[in-house]
């Protein structure tokens, strides 16, 4: 974990010493600016009981430029495309610096229990949300199921 800075030696001790509930994110043992990361669907979401792979970076200007965060584990969601990109205002023109990775995580999370169908990334996803919320929520809840789940 050397050449790191002491604000990323502090987020990653935080990360481990006190996580946060439904949220693990573990520093590679190769390169402790990348991180694997899982976090459970929100209860009362159609991703409810799933457990979703994501890796997040920390570029070398962080904190002052957002980390990238994607999703490996595939999801049936208007903000989060196939190749796992996920939109999200406080990955993009919202970011600040006094944000940190734990922050970042609780809004994907978040991002989960309440999709933007406003300022989608997948637009046929998002059109299934507004004109007929049962069924994309039944397809979310299928990718899930399938995807995202130990079985």
Not at 16 to 31: H, K, Q, R, V
Not at 39 to 48: A, L, N, R, Y
Not at 90 to 100: E, G, H, I, T, Y
Request: glycine residues 4%; proline residues 9%; contains cysteine.
């Amino acid at each position: 974990m050397s050449g790191l800075s002491p604000r990323i030696l502090k987020e990653t001790q935080c990360l481990l010493a006190d996580p946060t509930p439904g949220i693990s994110a573990i520093p590679d043992e190769s390169n402790a600016r990348y991180f694997h990361v899982l976090v459970c669907g929100p209860h009362d979401s159609p991703f409810e009981g799933g457990v979703f792979k994501l890796e997040l970076f920390l570029p070398g200007d962080y904190p002052m430029k957002a980390p990238m965060v994607r999703f490996l584990t595939k999801i049936y969601h208007p903000n989060i495309d196939s190749l796992g990109r996920i939109c999200l205002d406080v990955l993009k023109d919202r970011w600040s610096p006094a944000l940190q990775i734990r922050t970042i995580l609780l809004s994907i999370q978040a991002l989960l229990s309440a999709p933007n169908t406003d300022d989608p990334l997948v637009n046929d996803v998002a059109q299934l949300w507004k004109v007929n919320q049962e069924r994309a929520i039944q397809k979310a809840r299928e990718w899930t199921l399938r995807y995202a789940m130990k079985n």
